[in-house]
């Protein structure tokens, strides 16, 4: 009995030392406490993620979606359409620690260079040849042509992007280990903010003059 006190007082002990050796245990996605927490989208209560359907309320289709099943619309400026399954389209991944996005791209498209502050993404490519890249903070570019089948991962939180370096379509799966990752993209967050990011900060940013920031901002006025 004894001994067994014992040996639980030293897990207890380890336990207690490694979670506060290592607090970014705690900074990722929740590990579940329950089989199963399917989003109240609509729940009153606002958390840092979505609080649970009530149990016997939770159904089949819970657990299914089809949002990712048709390509987006490539007709815009940058040839590019991502069509997301993060928690808000499909509500049975709260709490799970993972997502899914589908992006198609034109030939010659580009998923312009964005991070995800919450998510390394694990691209898969479904169809064609997309040049994908990574830049870490170090400015080293890490960046491979992948190919139906092949995969590339991008590191949480470092700005990267996919071109479409094929002759037809493309299509790329990019799965998330968060359920829903953020995405921030420098060019619209310094360019079509409202308000605007004052000139002098763009201006001195790109060691650029005013007029050519202007030339830059009228691009973005659109998105
Ligand atoms: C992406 O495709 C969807 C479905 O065709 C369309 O509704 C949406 O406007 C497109 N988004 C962009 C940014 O082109
Ligand atoms: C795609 O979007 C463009 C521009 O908004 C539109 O003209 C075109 O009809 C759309 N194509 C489809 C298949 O919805």
């Known amino acids: 009995m004894a001994s067994a006190r014992y040996v639980t007082l030293q897990v207890v002990l380890l336990v207690a030392v490694a979670l506060a050796a290592a607090p970014w245990l705690v900074l990722s996605d929740p590990t579940?406490?329950?089989?199963?927490?399917?989003a109240d989208l609509k729940a009153a209560t606002a958390l840092?993620?979505?609080?649970?359907?009530?149990?016997?309320?939770?159904?089949?289709?819970?657990?299914?979606?089809?949002?990712?099943?048709?390509?987006?619309?490539t007709s815009n400026p940058f040839g590019v359409n991502s069509t997301r399954a993060t928690v808000a389209a499909f509500p049975g991944l709260n709490t799970l620690g993972l997502s899914i996005t589908r992006t198609d791209l034109a030939p010659g498209g580009l998923n312009p260079p964005h991070s995800h502050p919450r998510a390394s993404e694990l691209v898969l490519v479904l169809k064609g040849e997309v040049m994908v890249g990574f830049t870490s903070g170090l400015n080293r570019l890490y960046s491979k042509v992948v190919k139906e089948n092949e995969l590339f991962v991008v590191p949480r939180g470092l700005q990267h992007f996919q071109l479409n370096v094929g002759t037809g379509d493309a299509v790329f799966m990019a799965m998330f280990d968060a359920q829903s990752p953020g995405v921030v993209t420098p060019t619209f967050s310094l360019f079509a903010t409202k308000p605007a990011v004052p000139m002098e900060v763009l201006a001195k940013t790109f060691l650029m003059g005013e007029d050519e920031v202007d030339v830059i901002k009228s691009r973005f006025a659109g998105f």
């Not at 579940?32 to 399917?38: G, N």
């Not at 840092?48 to 619309?73: E, L, R, Y």
Request: aromatic share 12%; hydrophobic share 45%.
């Open 32 to 38: 579940p406490l329950q089989d199963f927490c399917v």
């Open 48 to 73: 840092d993620g979505f609080p649970c359907k009530p149990a016997a309320t939770v159904v089949d289709d819970d657990f299914f979606s089809a949002a990712i099943i048709s390509a987006g619309n």
